[in-house]
């Protein structure tokens, strides 16, 4: 039969003990102690046949017993005479032998404690490689089909209108390819935290009916180098294996933060699977990539370039009309008695998912009163309680929301009359468009400054103060006028000088104290059109001169 490592160790263990209890037992000393006056009656009546001095000691045996005394105690002179004595050398291996044994079992005992911790590790490495493995398998990569659609979705109609092509294309993609039509391979969305980007996401999918492939972005940056790349590789192989299909990547900028600095070459290895998925992708795959993000100003470029993520979709907050919407869809299994123009109204800046929140405390606030219905008592007992750690942007006062409202209506009709080109301006955000010409002129890039500069300069004009708000404008006009000079030469000097940045400035500033002089009146309507509806639209503006001039 086979001993084992193990066994073969505790034989080995076992008979060294062994050996050292023998060489113990042999070289033990068993002589009994006697005194003085005993020893020397014992050689003077000549009792003694034979002595022998060992070290410090004298042994002799008498009637069968063996004695010793030390032989400093006794009269060495008439032991010689009476009695031959031997004088025994010391044994100088004894002490080594003894001292290799002991080092040999403790070296042993390093060596198997060694062993077993090694072993120990071996096996917990296995255990996380093999479960890392198993988290890896394709069975771990299911679709769910979602349930939800867009009548589920409130306040996000221009994102509806975006996405209704995606949609149709998931839904007939023969349609498209006969007309050879390349839809686009990924979407975008872009907004912050809590605006609905997953939610929409799976309102595509509940609308075209196809498989929903929801992953984090943070779920693909593993421990160990190259398992993330191989979770992109699976979760592409079972979304074309199940196309049509939606892959969904929520936070992408886990995974998708630009390259260089520090690096990580878990994460630069995903990425660039993740890169090479999506240039595979075939025209007809039928699998659309949607990815959300607050932060797409850290995504790597290489993710932002055609073929790629070629549609951008920005979720912006709600405004008061989507807010009532949202409310309403959260309200409509509960009792209640409000006027949803009034919570609308006190939940400027709120997200969709604060809104929901808002929703539930309320309605937990009125069942802890004993109240059968919610009413606008408990949205303002407990709004304080939602807001909590939020930005104070998200909490202006009425005085705060009319300063706001004439500040971003100078802005509005500013570039309106400027043309530089929006969308629609809020009270809270704006949405200029950045250029798509090649070729810019000075005269575009001043008219962007003066845009920049129109809501302080408002503010000086109307309220002859400075405010806070205008931080980030001042900030953009002010990088705008330095990218003029640096990079364009489009100061006085070819050389850039810091004072030519000032002067474009200060040209931009004295021009805008002008026109928004000029223009207070329809400043002044149109911020009364921000403050009830909290957004208005290009087309909006442009009504509103037209019947002033």
Known sequence: MEISKTNRMVLILSALLVVLVLTIALFRDNAKTIDATTAESLIKESLVTHAVIDGPYLYFSSGGTRYKIPKDAINLKTLYQTTPVTIKEP????????????????????????????????????????????????????PIISTITFKDVAGIDDVKEELEEIIDFLKHPKKYKNFGIRMPRGVLLVGPPGVGKTLIAKAVAGEAGVPFFYQSGASFVQIYVGMGAKRVRELFKRAKAMAPAIVFIDEIDAVGKARGGMRNDEREATLNQLLTEMDGFEDSSGVIVIAATNKIEMLDDAL?????????????????????SILQIYLANKPHHLNLDDVAQMTVGFSGAALSSLVNEAAI?????????????????????????????????DEEK???????????????????????????????????????????????????????????????????????????????????VENYGMGERFHADITDVEKILESAKQDIEGFVARMEEAILQLADEILQREVVTKHDVKEMLHDLF
């Open 402 to 484: 009319r300063i706001q409202a004439i500040y971003q209506s100078a802005k509005a009709v500013t570039a309106y009359w400027l043309d530089i080109e929006f969308e629609k301006i809020g009270l809270l955000s704006d949405n200029f468009q950045s250029s798509e010409k090649e070729i810019v002129s000075k005269t575009e890039m001043m008219n962007r400054i003066k845009v920049y500069l129109a809501g302080d300069m408002m503010m000086q004009m109307y309220y002859h103060e400075h405010f806070t708000n205008a931080a980030n404008d001042l900030k953009e006009a002010r990088l705008l006028a330095q990218e003029m």
């Open 304 to 324: 932002l370039r055609p073929g790629r993520f070629d549609r951008r979709v920005f979720v912006s907050l709600p405004n008061k009309e989507e807010r009532k």
């Open 91 to 142: 044994n100088p291996y004894v002490a080594d032998i003894l001292t290799i044994i002991v080092l040999i079992l403790l070296v042993l005992y390093i060596l198997r404690w060694a062993k077993k911790n090694r072993e120990l590790k071996e096996q917990h490495m296995s255990e996380q490689i093999e479960l890392a493995h198993e988290l890896q398998k394709p069975a771990h990569i299911r």
């Open 365 to 397: 606030h009125a069942l802890k009163s004993g109240k059968k219905i919610i009413e606008i008592e408990e949205f303002l007992a407990v709004k304080d309680k939602v807001l909590l750690g939020k930005r104070k942007i998200l909490t202006y006062s």
